[in-house]
């Protein structure tokens, strides 16, 4: 990973709610003056900050090829990350910025596009004869709403099914967390992406610069290029924050690091793969494309809330594959573990905190009458508050670029064509194990 970062004025504002005296100077922090403080963590506001990879700097991740299968290599290549101002419309593009800077894409309400056609973003608007922040986001986390690092004690039922209240011997357990902001300013998150199929080691396909295959001609490459452009905040519609944490698992018999990860997101997306004709460059490997403007598949209005693992009965454990002998192979586990067939835990996970009952009141139709909404994810494409579901009244046209899900081709006789919306509710991943075989 290369990344070359231009970023605007950074307040990190780390504010730490104390117990002890006021400091009358700075002062550096130690061990020593820490080890006495009681407080609620770190408060870290974001004013006009903005991440910005260098248009050919790269993250990768590189295939082997795998003996005895009719398996293809495939190498994939994410470049440009870039966390830009999502406040205002206009904006560039990568091919401009590493050809001289300048604003070379441009949105159309024709196509919905107008904060998605650029996938860096210039500065607010800060008023009449005031320079704007370039590339600043204005409020990616406001000092009354920041992100907040800091320890803390939880209720919740362990492995076993105990309900560990911080009475003598069922002491709450402590966990390290991450929790952002429940409500931002939208902002840009974009890359594009190089995905190479049977690349072979020391073949002039390799080269940059290689034709695509598509194309035609020898020394050429198999690959695609994309651009993913979302705009929007990392938290739900009703303003549910994203909350990383860390602890160790409550299962007595493999007590290991455990991660939890509410993630959340809000806000609209495109996805897009055509390049304009920009001569000898064009579709060509590891150079940075000039993607179309308007082209693409736009994902509108779309809520997201994934619960990925619950305090302190599930979590995310990693773990690595070993042979027989004991040495690690190359593969590894990604794991969300099991729910304990136990029915304080399972009435918890479905049904919220019902005491010991052992049961969940249900519905005629045998839906949960109060469901838990902390461990329910969803992933909503669409706005569905206007529509009509028993009728259909309310759904977006077959032309419409408000909502929902739709494809757009400039060059067609309809260059809009809308699929409609779409909703998953009510997930909830009750065991999870994924298990990566025949590393190189």
Not at 352 to 372: E, Q, R, W, Y
Not at 374 to 397: K, Q
């Amino acid at each position: 990973m290369r990344p070359r970062l231009q970023s605007t004025n950074l307040l990190l504002a780390a504010t730490l709610t104390l117990g002890a005296a006021q400091a009358q100077a700075l002062t550096e922090l130690s061990d020593d003056s820490l080890s006495d403080v009681q407080g609620a963590g770190f408060a870290f506001a974001l004013d006009n900050f903005s991440m910005r990879f260098a248009p050919e700097s790269f993250i990768e991740l590189t295939g082997a090829t795998v003996s005895g299968t009719s398996w293809e290599r495939g190498d994939a290549r994410y470049y440009g990350l870039s966390m830009t101002n999502g406040a205002e419309a206009s904006g560039t593009d990568w091919y401009a910025t590493l050809n001289g800077g300048g604003s070379a894409c441009s949105g159309s309400g024709a196509y919905g596009n107008t904060f998605l056609a650029c996938p860096l973003g210039n500065g607010n608007s800060l008023g009449a004869g005031v320079t704007p922040n370039q590339y600043g986001i204005g409020a990616m986390a406001s000092i009354y709403d920041p992100y907040v690092l800091r320890v803390f004690d939880y209720e919740g039922y362990d492995f076993q099914g105990n309900y560990l209240d911080g009475s003598a011997g069922n002491e709450k357990p402590t966990i390290l967390e991450l929790i952002g902001p429940s409500q931002t300013e939208d902002w840009r998150w974009s890359f594009w992406g190089e995905l190479e199929v049977d690349r072979v080691a020391g073949d002039p396909s390799a080269d940059i610069g290689a034709p695509n295959c598509s194309s035609g001609g020898a020394n050429c490459a198999d690959f695609l290029q994309s651009q993913t452009i979302i705009h929007g905040k990392p938290t739900t519609a009703d303003g549910k924050p994203a909350i990383l944490r860390l602890m160790q698992t409550e299962n007595t018999a493999d007590n290991t690091l455990g991660i939890t990860y509410q993630s959340a997101l809000s806000g609209d997306f495109r996805f897009s793969v055509r390049q304009k004709d920009t001569g000898a460059l064009a579709d060509t490997l590891h150079n940075v494309p000039d993607f179309d403007d308007a082209e693409g598949m736009y994902f509108k209005k779309v809520d997201a809330f994934l619960p990925l693992g619950t305090l302190h009965y599930q979590a995310i454990t990693l773990n690595a594959v070993r042979d027989g002998s004991g040495d690690a192979t190359g593969d590894f586990v990604i794991e969300l573990t099991r729910i304990p067939d136990i029915p304080e835990i399972y009435n918890n996970f479905y049904c919220g905190d019902v005491g010991n009952t052992g049961d969940c009141a249900l519905n005629s139709d045998d839906s949960i009458v109060s469901p838990n909404e902390d461990t329910r994810g969803y992933v909503r494409w669409g706005d569905f508050d206007s529509v009509n579901i028993e009728t259909g009244a309310g759904l977006p046209s077959a032309t419409a670029t408000d909502n929902g899900i739709y494809f757009v081709n400039p060059s067609a006789a309809t260059p809009v064509t809308n699929l409609g919306i779409s909703r998953i509710e009510g997930m909830r991943i009750h065991h999870m194990k994924i298990t990566t075989l025949g590393a190189n």
